[in-house]
Nanobody
Framework: QVQIVESGGGLVQPGGSLRLSCAVS????????IGWFRQAPGKERDWVSCISSDGTIYHSDSVYGRSTIFRDNALNTVTLHLSDLDPDDSAVYYCAADMGLCSKYTQDFDYWGQGTQVTVSS
């Protein structure tokens, strides 16, 4: 059974940073691309960042320059670090797994976590 569990969300002040973690089990982790998406109330789920099975990294324009992502194939985890946060970054952040290549489309991802809430507010 595949399990994806996100952690690290919470309340952050504007200008601050956070680190989100994604722990994956039940699949051949090193064969999967892992993506991060986010969804604010009343909005669509948007792609944030992705790291492919070969370690290639992609970031959306919305977080480019203030995001890093890395994977640990020994621990089956992916970590997303976001900095210089503002209230527009507030959303539920989801981690998802897709065999092989990265994609910015939710329909390409096979497995999803339950999400972790990030709120950017003073």
């Amino acid at each position: 059974q595949v399990q994806i569990v996100e952690s690290g969300g919470g309340l952050v002040q504007p200008g601050g940073s956070l680190r989100l973690s994604c722990a994956v089990s039940g699949l051949a982790f090193r064969d999967y691309a892992i993506g991060w998406f986010r969804q604010a109330p009343g909005k669509e789920r948007d792609w944030v960042s992705c790291i492919s099975s070969d370690g290639t990294i992609y970031h959306s324009d919305s977080v480019y320059g203030r995001s890093t992502i890395f994977r640990d194939n020994a621990l089956n985890t992916v970590t997303l670090h976001l900095s210089d946060l503002d209230p527009d970054d507030s959303a539920v952040y989801y981690c998802a797994a897709d065999m092989g290549l990265c994609s910015k489309y939710t329909q390409d991802f096979d497995y999803w976590g339950q999400g972790t809430q990030v709120t950017v507010s003073s």
